[in-house]
């Protein structure tokens, strides 16, 4: 895995996957750069799903969580039809953030297509960014983190 500009990693992770389709590729058959973004929203779709912490959840305790930062570093290609997989893993932060890192490989031969993060911050339902991460997620990270 790439070097990461994180230390806190945890063993919460997830695995998805994904068959490459039609509409997410080029005109050589290869997956367009711009569908990694989709790829990683899977997967953080499937982590909250498992571990309750999806989008709806955070969102009925009156917050959101906009991504602020995306980095991807792509590695090798995938094709129309081939199928991958997935890993998102989270990063513990003492910040009022979210931050998962990624993992996608090829299935057929275990290569490894991309890695990168993404960093996503709380907001309330007034729009306004907030500084310490709220108690639900305090909360959630004590039950999921053994904090």
Do not use: C
Request: glycine residues 4%; positive net charge; charged residues 30%.
């Amino acid at each position: 895995m790439k070097k990461i500009p994180f230390k806190n990693i945890t063993n919460l992770s997830v695995e998805k996957e994904i068959e490459i389709r039609f509409s997410e590729v080029d005109s050589m058959g290869i997956a367009w750069h711009g569908s990694y973004v989709k790829y990683f929203e899977d997967g953080r779709e499937t982590f909250g799903k498992k571990y309750g912490i999806s989008y709806l959840d955070v969102y009925s305790k009156n917050y959101m969580t906009p991504l602020v930062k995306l980095d991807i570093d792509y590695k090798k290609f995938i094709k129309y039809g081939d199928s991958a997989i997935i890993k998102t893993t989270l990063v513990d932060s003492d910040a009022a953030k979210i931050i998962f890192i990624y993992e996608v490989k090829r299935k057929s031969d275990n290569e490894i297509i991309a890695e990168g993060y993404s960093i996503q911050v709380f907001m309330n339902r007034n729009m306004e960014l907030e500084l310490l991460a709220p108690k639900f997620f305090v909360d959630w990270k004590i039950k999921y983190l053994n904090l």
